[in-house]
């Protein structure tokens, strides 16, 4: 995130959806200067981007009129998987261009393209349930709410200062039970041992994988990409289906990319799409299985 975002000083927040995450980042400077200009102090106040705290999707495009601007948001399984701000309403290009970005279908003809939504604010943020520890405890920045927290952390706290002394009288016990156990558990000793002597068994059955590991995927892709002055700019896998994204201060012909990869033995139907001057390019790739020797 720290080299994706274009902020010397740089607060966000996330929210995961299994493996994944949607991430918005701002400028924290710029936020805190805003939310003191108010009258407020930055310690008490939490920031949320506004697609947060307004009525989810669960999949496909909306255009959202927001408080500033207009916010382009592609869904799926309730997760925003992109989104893109306008000043104005886009025009049905900058759409088409924004959900190409997105790894999504466009149909021209679909009128939602157009159509500006405007979904309700809600109480608390639907992502809520996926908060940390660190974004519980912003919520505790009153003296009022710290004060009563400090009270509840503080009784259990003096229970066991009045434990300690029943603990320390129990001590001895503990330490002739411990002694005992240890001959007990010699046995299991022993079977640990004969477990990790069959580790070299065990991982000859784990390389019978159905798909070659990232590390093999990359080696591959690179060797492709290699002495072409390209960056590899996104990277998502997941079972056998890669998307790949690739830039390059010239321009990149897409046919001689997929004509390449299409070579590999390790991939098939790849498919392009390039970006704006064609300076990127966007590659759906299937990996194939590894091929096992029959035994």
């Known amino acids: 995130m720290r080299k994706w975002s274009p902020f010397d ?3 966000y927040a996330v929210h995961w959806s299994g493996a994944k995450a949607s991430v918005y980042a701002w400028d924290k400077s710029a936020a805190s200067s805003d939310i003191t200009s108010s009258g407020l102090n930055p310690k008490r106040c939490e920031v949320l981007p506004e697609t947060f705290i307004r009525t989810p999707l669960k999949i496909g495009f909306r255009l959202v009129k927001a408080i500033d601007g207009y916010e382009g948001q592609h869904w799926r399984n309730g997760q925003i998987r992109a989104s893109r701000w306008w000043n104005d309403i886009p025009k049905p290009r900058d759409v088409q261009l924004f959900l190409r970005g997105a790894g999504a279908s466009f149909d021209a003809s679909n009128p939602q393209y157009q159509t500006v939504e405007n979904p309700d604010f809600l109480e608390a943020p639907w992502t809520a349930d996926t908060r940390s ?7 505790l920045q009153t003296e ?3 004060a009563i927290a400090a009270t509840v952390v503080a009784v259990p706290f003096l229970y066991f200062i009045g434990q300690i002394v029943a603990l320390s009288v129990s001590v001895g016990g503990a330490q002739a039970e411990m002694d005992e156990l240890s001959g007990t558990n010699q046995a299991v000793r022993a079977e640990r041992s004969s477990a990790l002597s069959n580790l070299d068994a065990v991982e000859s059955y784990l390389t019978f994988e159905r798909y070659p590991s990232q590390f093999e995927i990359i080696v591959a892709a690179s060797e ?3 002495d072409k002055g ?3 700019s996104e990277w998502i896998y997941d079972n056998g289906s890669l998307e790949l994204g690739i830039e390059s201060m ?3 012909d897409s046919t001689y990319y ?3 990869f299409e070579k590999a033995p390790m991939f098939a139907n790849v498919r392009g799409s390039s970006g704006v001057q064609q300076q990127s390019l966007r590659l759906n790739i299937t990996v194939l299985p590894k091929e096992w020797p029959v035994q």
């Open 230 to 232: 390209i960056t590899i």
């Open 144 to 146: 009022r709410i710290a």
């Open 224 to 226: 492709i990409l290699e």
């Open 9 to 11: 000083q740089t607060d």
């Open 250 to 252: 010239s321009v990149l």
């Open 258 to 260: 997929i004509e390449e």
């Open 133 to 139: 520890v660190n974004d519980i405890w912003s919520l």
